[in-house]
T-cell receptor, first 115, second 114 residues
Framework: AQKVTQAQTEISVVEKEDVTLDCVYE???????LFWYKQPPSGELVFLIR??????QNEISGRYSWNFQKSTSSFNFTITASQVVDSAVYFC????????????FGTGTRLTVIP | ETGVTQTPRHLVMGMTNKKSLKCEQH?????MYWYKQSAKKPLELMFV???????ENNSVPSRFSPECPNSSHLFLHLHTLQPEDSALYLC?????????????FGSGTRLTVV
């Protein structure tokens, strides 16, 4: 069975602090994709990153970085020097096979950055 | 125009009303989706259309009726809804049905059933 767990329901940090959002996934498929989406108060889910199961290289994009570790089935997301605009709900998702029925979202982590 | 546009942004309807949600994508994508987002629950896939044909229907009650007249437009027709149907309804699109490159989401319609 496929599953995505985001154990942190809500996190609050003070601006300029670093914060890591955890994502643990379960699948027996050897080929899969992992995603992170950001949902600001406006509602739309904004695509942040896609990673396939064969690429364990960590990625950095500005203040955002992602740590993919197959050994622990984790795909964690770190925001460095957080800003108020980072306040949002962040979703991790796992895709196996083809078709939208094979896309599994976590329940999200609400991040609040306090000025 | 942004990638995926949903209207209206907010909707309040009585249980006996009939209303429709609209979604339009300007990305040239071939697949479109309806998701339901309720508090504290993972996103729930409702319907999938690929090249205007419905390819997946996740046991959604018949009071929700989708329509995809062309690859750019998707509607969700609502009638005799229940209070538990109150949620954020998100439309999404992807390049194709395989969607391995992810989805582009709209801003959603916040639906309240009274």
């Amino acid at each position: 069975a496929q599953k995505v767990t985001q154990a942190q329901t809500e996190i609050s940090v003070v601006e300029k602090e670093d914060v890591t959002l955890d994502c643990v996934y379960e699948t027996r498929d050897t080929t899969y994709y992992l995603f992170w989406y950001k949902q600001p108060p406006s509602g739309e889910l904004v695509f942040l990153i896609r990673r396939n199961s064969f690429d364990e290289q960590n990625e950095i994009s500005g203040r955002y970085s992602w740590n993919f570790q197959k050994s622990t089935s984790s795909f964690n997301f770190t925001i460095t020097a957080s800003q108020v605009v980072d306040s949002a709900v962040y979703f991790c998702a796992l895709k196996v096979g083809t078709g939208a029925n094979n896309l599994f979202f976590g329940t999200g982590t609400r991040l609040t950055v306090i000025p | 125009e942004t990638g995926v546009t949903q209207t209206p942004r907010h909707l309040v309807m009585g249980m006996t009303n009939k209303k429709s949600l609209k979604c339009e994508q300007h990305l040239g994508h071939n697949a479109m989706y309806w998701y339901k987002q309720s508090a504290k629950k993972p996103l729930e896939l409702m319907f999938v259309y690929s090249l205007e044909e419905r390819v997946e229907n996740n046991s959604v009650p018949s009071r929700f009726s989708p329509e995809c007249p062309n690859s750019s437009h998707l509607f969700l027709h609502l009638h005799t809804l229940q209070p538990e149907d109150s949620a954020l309804y998100l439309c999404a699109s992807s390049q194709d049905w395989a969607a391995n490159y992810g989805y582009t989401f709209g801003s959603g319609t916040r639906l309240t059933v009274v």
